[in-house]
């Protein structure tokens, strides 16, 4: 058995805590591997380097969720369930912490709740062709650009137009992705495994907005009306800022493929007490 260990080289300590839970792995009768950039490491985490993940039978992330939304699209890729070590804050895909590195032998072995989660396809057409295209496991985030004024975004539901406003932007999410930037917009909590897209709008100027739900069965789609040469860009996951032109069209669909992502101790709900509820108690 061998388990990919992939550390964010950001974290400070993440070689070192590589280098341990590579041991660990070793007394289990795990092979530790490494990959890509980290493999300037292997000598010092202990670890054996492969040319494809293909090979492992698990992935292990070191950082934090960030580090998991990169590298979980490649575990989907090769459906190689995935298992999170935070070394981040909050931690809600990472459910094991630095000190409980002990128990990932016992977790590999079946000792596991594999949590599905789905992603979405992400593709902006720009007269009549599509012009980018990427995958997202939180969300899709369209907003103004810094000091422009309001733009009006406007989201359809397959053929049906659902919400136009003018906004400092709109957030498209997947149920992981909506205890990220969405929940501090003020959308509510999903369940993981739900199958769904959430639409939370960002300081939204209107007096009535609520956020909205819909299936992953529809085709989402987004746009951006200019008011006053004001300008807006997208990201996807939180990563580059793009562009985004007026005629644009931001299209939402289904992934095929979903991460499979090992959960430990109380799982989801059991992180959100603890990392959003303890501490206002």
């Known amino acids: 058995m061998r388990a990919l260990i992939i550390f964010n080289l950001s974290k400070t300590g993440a070689a070192t805590l590589s280098a341990e839970i590579a041991k660990i792995l070793k007394s289990a009768g795990i092979t530790p591997c490494v990959f890509g950039e980290n ?34 699209k490649v575990a989907a890729d090769y459906d190689i369930p995935l298992l999170g070590v935070n070394l981040g804050r909050l931690g809600f895909m990472a459910s094991v912490e630095r000190e409980e590195i002990g128990k990932i032998p016992e977790l590999l072995s079946g000792e596991h709740h594999i949590s599905r989660r789905m992603m979405l396809n992400v593709e902006l057409i720009r007269d009549g062709k599509s012009v980018f295209s990427q995958r997202a496991l939180n969300d899709v985030t369209v907003s103004r650009s810094s ?63 609520r956020p909205m739900i819909f299936s992953d069965k529809q085709t989402i789609s987004a746009r951006v009306f200019q008011y006053d040469n004001s300008k807006a860009t997208f990201s ?39 990392k ?4 206002l108690k």
């Open 236 to 274: 996807v996951d939180g990563g580059k800022a793009i562009p985004i032109e007026e005629n644009d069209v931001l299209k939402l669909t289904r992934c095929p493929k979903d991460l499979l992502l090992i959960e430990a101790g109380e799982g989801f709900f059991g992180a959100i007490h603890n």
């Open 147 to 209: 000091r422009s004024k309001l733009p009006e975004f406007v989201v359809s539901c397959g053929e049906s137009e659902v919400s136009r406003v003018r906004a400092d932007g709109i957030i498209l999410s997947t149920p992981t992705g909506s205890t990220a930037y969405s929940l501090s917009a003020g959308g509510p909590i999903l369940s993981p495994d739900l199958e769904c897209v959430e639409f939370t709008a960002l300081c939204p100027h209107t007096l009535f907005n």
């Open 39 to 72: 493999i300037i490491y292997a000598e010092k985490v202990g670890a054996e380097i492969v040319e494809s993940p293909s090979i492992c039978n698990f992935i292990i992330t070191v950082g934090g969720d960030g580090t998991i939304l990169r590298w979980g």
């Open 276 to 279: 959003l509820l303890t501490p």
